[in-house]
């Protein structure tokens, strides 16, 4: 069956714009997770939620970042007035419901460059 | 603070060799330890995971990790390296008082296997 499917795969923005990444997970899955990943680093959580909902979001850096899931299926990462320090690849995980217990199924990635 | 240490940041082996990647964890109570790996162009994949019982977990690919409590490491092992292994791996923990699955990556080490 389909995995995580994330779009664009790619996005170069200019500093300051407006950006949104969307995550498509895979279907009956009702746990979603955000993580960003920087060069050299490992995956940092941003935000997760369960359903509708934003049960997690302690790990946005700031304001500027906000998601949404509005059916508890797709959801969008959406980072107003972009720097350069949010240049990234920002993966997306789901799972079939949330707890350790659960695997989280990652997708490619969307390689965000801020200019 | 809670920290998960990859020391390792690059590791060559040659194809047929065995291979040993290393993590540590610092956390209040022992937690639920994972192991990723990473190809280009892929979406992270869970290669095994302990949550309690036997120490010694085995894996998808071949691969095996040790949990050792007196040591706070969860190091993972290959005893026969394939090229397609060349890949990152990331060891990643899970708090168990954390109802709903977060998970804090290490930096993550990069293998690369030569003929």
């Known amino acids: 069956g389909a995995g995580v499917s994330q779009t664009p795969s790619n996005k170069v923005t200019e500093k300051g714009k407006y950006v949104e990444l969307r995550c498509d997970p895979i279907s009956g899955h009702t746990a979603l997770y955000w993580y960003r990943q920087s060069l050299g680093q490992g995956p940092e959580f941003l935000i997760y939620f369960q359903g509708t909902g934003a049960a997690d979001d302690s790990g946005l850096p700031n304001d500027r970042f906000f998601a949404v899931r509005p059916e508890g299926s797709v959801s969008t990462l959406k980072i107003q007035r972009t720097e350069r320090g949010d240049s990234a690849v920002y993966l997306c995980?789901?799972?079939?419901?949330?707890?350790?217990?659960?695997?989280?199924?990652f997708g490619p990635g969307t390689r965000l460059t801020v200019t | 603070a809670q920290s998960v240490t990859q020391p390792d940041i690059h590791i060559t082996v040659s194809e047929g060799a065995s291979l040993e990647l290393r993590c540590n964890y610092s956390y209040g109570a022992t937690p639920y330890l994972f192991w990723y790996v990473q190809s280009p162009g892929q979406g992270l994949q869970l290669l095994l995971k302990?949550?309690?019982?036997?120490?010694l977990v085995q894996g998808i690919k071949g691969f095996e990790a040790e949990f050792k409590r007196s040591q706070s490491s969860f190091n993972l092992r290959k005893p026969s390296v394939h090229w397609s292994d060349a890949a990152e791996y990331f060891c990643a923990v899970g708090a168990k008082t954390d109802s709903w699955g977060k998970l804090q990556f290490g930096a993550g080490t990069q293998v690369v296997v030569t003929p």
């Open positions: 302990y949550f309690s019982g036997d120490t």
């Open positions: 995980a789901s799972s079939l419901f949330a707890g350790q217990s659960y695997e989280q199924y």
